[in-house]
């Protein structure tokens, strides 16, 4: 099946619309309290000008070290809010916070299993091309290396994008299974997709670095602690709505390209 980049926008505006009361709150629970603990308890660490490249690299190191106890539980939560969305924006039913909820923590284990294997392979796959190139020609080859590694990362995550809802809406509760389905699903698909998710994403950035330039007023109008506060609330959201929709995105590519689902061609017949 052909895909259609702009009717997968157009859909997944359409359902986080049809079940806004419930996006709401599954994006509030899973998406916005984790941005906001992180934003306004563990803020990121300021780098002075005068700092090079090592220290700027220590300083975050050892601040990325101190948040990993919040990080985990974090992503955690955010991965669960993933397969709770995805439960509830590519279906015909219209499923309560506690449905979508227990369809979420349903396919959790299954989604971070597929993440964790296809963070394997990838990692294999970049230690074979810089390790090989790199014997080869040395420092150049270990740049060439990376550099294919990148772009067969792009590739693979491409590829792999809609082992989510494959996990969600197919209950294919096995990661390899999911991933494979995933991979066949996208075939000939890969540079539409590809194009698709770097302008959503280039759009995406542009709102939020839009919304960050919004709050630089309010660090010449509040106190120094108000003005962060409100600034992390702001992002929090933004981050939070630029979750939602591009999980309602990745939802309606799976539609198109796996055709609507048995819940959805029965419906039509009711």
């Known amino acids: 099946?052909?895909?259609?980049?702009?009717?997968?926008?157009?859909?997944?505006?359409?359902?986080?619309?049809?079940?806004?009361?419930?996006?709401l709150a599954l994006a509030g629970v899973f998406f916005l309290l984790p941005q906001l603990v992180l934003a306004i308890f563990f803020p990121a660490p300021e780098t002075s000008a005068g700092m090079?490249?090592?220290?700027?690299?220590a300083v975050l190191q050892k601040y990325y070290l101190s948040v990993a106890p919040i990080m985990i539980p974090m992503m955690l939560a955010q991965a669960m809010g993933?397969?709770?969305l995805l439960s509830l924006l590519d279906t015909a039913?219209?499923?309560t916070v506690g449905g979508a909820m227990r369809a979420g923590l349903k396919g959790l284990l299954?989604?971070?299993?597929?993440?964790?294997?296809s963070g394997i392979g990838l990692g294999v796959l970049a230690l074979l091309l810089m390790g090989g190139l790199g014997a080869a020609g040395g420092g150049i080859g270990v740049a060439i290396g990376l550099a294919l590694a990148l772009l067969a990362a792009a590739a693979v995550a491409v590829r792999l994008s809609v082992t989510g809802p494959v996990i969600a809406l197919e209950h294919t509760f096995n990661p390899?299974?999911?991933l494979v389905r995933s991979w066949k699903l996208t075939k000939?698909?890969?540079?539409?997709?590809?194009?698709?998710?770097?302008?959503?994403?280039?759009?995406?950035?542009?709102?939020i670095l839009f919304t960050n330039v919004l709050t630089i007023p309010l660090a010449l109008?509040?106190?120094?602690?108000?003005?962060?506060?409100?600034?992390?609330?702001?992002?929090?959201?933004i981050t939070a709505v630029v979750g939602v929709y591009f999980v309602a995105v990745v939802a309606q590519v799976h539609r198109q390209l796996a055709g609507p689902s048995n819940e959805a061609v029965s419906g039509t017949f009711e």
């Open 93 to 95: 039913r219209r499923p």
């Open 110 to 117: 299954p989604y971070l299993g597929a993440q964790i294997l």
């Open 176 to 178: 390899a299974a999911a």
């Open 52 to 57: 090079n490249e090592q220290q700027m690299m």
């Open 221 to 237: 109008i509040l106190p120094v602690t108000a003005a962060r506060l409100v600034s992390a609330v702001v992002e929090s959201l």
């Open 82 to 84: 993933t397969m709770s």
């Open 1 to 23: 099946m052909t895909f259609d980049s702009s009717r997968a926008w157009t859909q997944a505006s359409q359902a986080v619309s049809a079940n806004r009361e419930v996006v």
């Open 188 to 207: 000939g698909s890969t540079a539409r997709l590809l194009g698709f998710y770097v302008l959503l994403g280039i759009a995406m950035l542009v709102l």
